[in-house]
């Protein structure tokens, strides 16, 4: 399957390449299996493996045999690793590094990344985002929200904004916020627990 060049960060050769990097640069000092890559980047173990091995050819990651296991690890002192941070944290930050963020805050049921980061990151062209609207679904603390924000916003280096509905409110077909939430591009945030 082919990956066509991403619209938030189309200097990266694929999407693929760029979701790959941003979930290495998510943890730098974690390996991630070949396995592991292609299932958080949504595409087959032989797609990650050929831009792994790009990236291993021009020194932007490591990797290292374990078993029968590749592990990869973004390689953070590469020259322009600091350059290639503001591009994958412009393109696939959000995407990223939310769901860690978030997973840990209890209460929340869902959530999405919508507005005009969530329509180009789904290829919808349009001007680059200037912030990145959250939708929690749910409750926590609102501090702890406020915190993630603030942690977010200094990641991505674009203001985060995280609004929270109930559960109920996010079911109600009649509310003019919901519906058009839903009607236009919608991320939604995996949040493993």
Same mark, same amino acid.
């Given at each position: 399957?082919?990956?066509? +060049?991403?619209? *938030?960060?189309? =200097? ?5 390449? #760029?979701?790959?990097? +941003?979930?290495?640069?998510? !943890? ?6 070949? &396995? ?10 032989? &797609?990650?493996?050929?831009?792994? !091995? ?11 045999? %374990? ?19 503001? %591009? ?8 990223? *590094?939310?769901? #860690? ?5 209890? #209460? =929340?049921?869902?959530?999405? =990344?919508?507005?005009?980061?969530? +329509? ?10 200037? !912030?990145?609207? %959250? *939708? ?7 501090? !702890?929200?406020?915190? %993630? ?29 919901? &519906? &058009? ?9 995996? *949040?493993?627990?």
């Amino acid at each position: 399957m082919k990956s066509s +060049a991403p619209l *938030l960060s189309p =200097i990266l050769r694929s999407d693929t390449q #760029g979701r790959m990097l +941003a979930a290495l640069m998510r !943890d730098a000092e974690k390996e991630l299996s070949l &396995t592991e890559l292609a299932a958080q980047c949504d595409v087959a173990v032989p &797609t990650i493996l050929r831009d792994v !091995d790009r990236l291993v050819d021009g020194g932007y990651v490591s990797t290292r045999r %374990v078993g029968r296991n590749r592990l990869v690890r973004i390689n953070t002192e590469h020259p322009i690793y600091a350059s290639l941070w503001n %591009v994958v944290m412009f393109g696939y930050g959000p995407a990223a *590094l939310l769901p #860690g963020l978030l997973s840990d805050l209890p #209460g =929340i049921e869902h959530a999405y =990344i919508y507005g005009s980061w969530a +329509a180009r990151f789904l290829g919808e062209s349009g001007e680059s985002p200037r !912030d990145i609207d %959250v *939708l929690i679904v749910g409750g926590s603390e609102y501090g !702890d929200l406020y915190e %993630v924000a603030h942690k977010a916003s200094a990641l991505v280096g674009r203001e985060v904004n995280i609004n929270v509905i109930t559960p109920e409110r996010w079911a109600n077909q009649t509310d003019g916020f919901v &519906t &058009t939430v839903k009607s236009r591009p919608l991320l939604e945030l995996n *949040l493993e627990k």
